[in-house]
């Protein structure tokens, strides 16, 4: 037996690829898809074509929406970024970082219907939202379910990554559904959306966060916030250099002693030169030092930041 297509006055072209999505798919979402690949005017003008096609389909403007942002996500529909695109229809979904605008609007309100339309074709999102629960702590209510929903249907987040961003604000004490809307909609904008670059910004969030408090406390900060300049310095020691607690006390208790104060910005100079020199370690700081006083004949004498660098540079690059 053999089965042959009539095409009649044309042919309904759709990519191979969306056999690997059919079982994620809705009867609603597959509907609108066949639809759009047949409307012409798809090519031309969008937003007339979807209005078209709701009217045709017997759709909300908002179904359409929905499901145009799940095949984006998909790969299977792609919007021309040279045209303008409708205001109903965002391109979220797309894995390039998202328009800014998604930071004014904040993900979408679902109705009952349209969270449980979300529900039924992503058969994951149900024991994705179990484990946000039980990470979290709670039941969520709704609208908290609904942010979840947003995250993977809107913006196109994986389970790994939400779970990965729920733990963070869990360590941090931000439980809160809508601390994690924000977040992850600012890390969408800066183009963060796989979990290996969201390991690495929620590490370097979470040292800084450590730091900061630390650095504080050790430099006698308690009046005031660090300045921005201050807080790239000490990002730099932790994140940059990578320089432990123990070397920042030393340079502290340099600066100190050198100057007779705290001061980030002298500590700074003094971390930015042991680093030029090759210094990584409180060991490799602790032998020039010590090969620094016994050059001077004294192992006590008068300490001379200067001349020490100086001489730690030219042992470094035999100048």
Known sequence: MKLTFTYGNGALVLPAALAQHIDKASKKDLRILL???AEPMAKIDLEAACDQLAKALS??????ELSLSFWRGTGIL???ESEAAPVALDE???PAPAPKV???KGLPVYS????SGVLERRAELATLVNECQRTFGKIFNANEVSVIAGL???LGLDGEYILLLLAHCVRIEKKSLRYVEKTAISLHDEGILEVKALEERLHRIEVMASAIGKIRGMFGISSRALTTKEKTMVENWVCGMRYSEEILKMAYEITVDTIGKASITYANSILERWHAAGYRTTEDVQSALAAYRSQKGSGQGSFDVDDFFEAALKRTYGE
């Not at 009952?112 to 969270?115: H, I, K, T």
């Open 59 to 64: 759709l909300t403007a908002r179904e359409i």
């Open 92 to 94: 979220e979904r797309a």
């Open 112 to 115: 009952s219907e349209e969270l």
């Open 35 to 37: 639809a759009l690949a």
């Open 78 to 80: 792609q919007t021309d």
């Open 152 to 154: 993977v249907d809107y």
């Open 102 to 104: 998604i930071a004014d």
